[in-house]
């Protein structure tokens, strides 16, 4: 009895010491940001029409698929500046989230693909440690065209991987924030 006792006391102060944890400095969570909607604008350097792509997913994952909408055509042989915006229309009134990425430049970067070689892109901004982020871009057209321009936000990429700061996705890791493909012509 004496024995069963002592082992239920040591097994009892065990239980007791290994449940209690230290929960006063619990690890902070970057929580990755509400994003509604993007829209890039696309505006001609040597003069023209100004070309938006948008897209609105105003219930997130829910049933609803974004809308895209695309205001019209690129010019072939054209060089645009590029510039996006992100929002959170969940809010009222809607929250920039431009700030945010640029607050946190180095845990962020935008990636440009293109099917069908319609277009190359240039990052026109950078981190504090000189890796781009993509707010801000140029988009040059080639000639007459269709095809679909991918635009991904990736949060906590890796900016020294190979490829990644020459706009290439493959290596950079990192989760997606934000991903939405346009239908464009180039004509």
């Known amino acids: 009895m004496k024995l069963f006792k002592k082992i239920s006391i040591v097994l ?7 449940a209690c944890s230290d929960d006063d400095n619990p690890t902070p969570v970057n929580e990755e940001e509400v994003i509604t909607t993007l829209t890039a604008t696309l505006t001609p350097v040597a003069g023209g029409d ?6 609105r997913d105003l219930d997130g994952d ?3 698929a974004p809308v895209v909408t695309v205001s019209g055509n690129l010019a072939a042989n054209t060089t645009y500046n590029g510039s996006l915006e992100l929002l959170n229309e969940t809010e009222n009134p809607a929250e920039s989230i431009n700030e945010e990425i640029e607050e946190e430049d180095d845990e962020h970067q935008f990636f440009y693909q293109a099917t069908n070689s319609i277009a190359t892109f240039t990052y026109s901004d950078t981190d504090g440690d000189g890796n781009p982020i993509g707010l801000e871009f140029q988009l040059v057209t080639s000639t ?3 095809g679909n321009i991918t635009i991904t936000l990736r949060h906590e990429p890796n900016k020294e991987a190979a490829g990644v700061s020459d706009g290439d996705i493959t290596n950079a890791g990192g ?7 346009f239908p464009v012509t180039v004509q």
């Open 12 to 18: 009892l102060a065990t239980i007791i010491f290994t």
């Open 175 to 181: 989760e997606t924030d934000i991903q939405a493909v």
């Open 62 to 64: 829910g049933p609803n």
């Open 144 to 146: 007459a065209a269709t």
């Open 50 to 55: 100004v070309i938006t792509l948008q897209t």
